[in-house]
Nanobody, 127 residues
Framework: QVHLVESGGGLVQAGGSLRLSCAAS????????MGWFRQAPGKEREFVAA????????RYAESVKGRFTISRDNAQKVANLQMDNLKPEDTAVYYC????????????????????WGQGTQVTVSS
């Protein structure tokens, strides 16, 4: 079992930055792929970024590519999402997700592919 807890959300002006963190407990992060999703009011949950368990492979949604950076520290059991040049349309609840997979060159971009979820952290970007 994996328990995920997000932190780092908040209110920021457009053009600003936030760094989200996802702390994992319950097992090692080896073979545990991580992802970030977000859900805005009235919209479906959407993929933001993903990283393989080794950090070797990363994937981003087109809407955040070049602005967001996903990273992880397996020793600290943390996955991070650095968000720069934030826009009002980035406003959403951000969720951390995880699933087990051995291959290091694979990432997952749909919610159904993940087994574990955090409770979410609110990110609000004002114009």
């Amino acid at each position: 079992q994996v328990h995920l807890v997000e932190s780092g959300g908040g209110l920021v002006q457009a053009g600003g930055s936030l760094r989200l963190s996802c702390a994992a407990s319950g097992r090692t992060l080896v073979n545990l792929h991580m992802g970030w999703f977000r859900q805005a009011p009235g919209k479906e949950r959407e993929f933001v970024a993903a990283v393989s368990w080794s950090g070797e492979a990363k994937r981003y949604a087109e809407s955040v590519k070049g602005r967001f950076t996903i990273s992880r520290d397996n020793a600290q059991k943390v996955a991070n999402l650095q968000m720069d040049n934030l826009k009002p349309e980035d406003t959403a609840v951000y969720y951390c997700a995880a699933r087990s997979w051995v291959q290091t060159t694979v990432t997952f971009s749909t919610a159904e592919q993940y087994d574990y979820w955090g409770q979410g952290t609110q990110v609000t970007v004002s114009s």
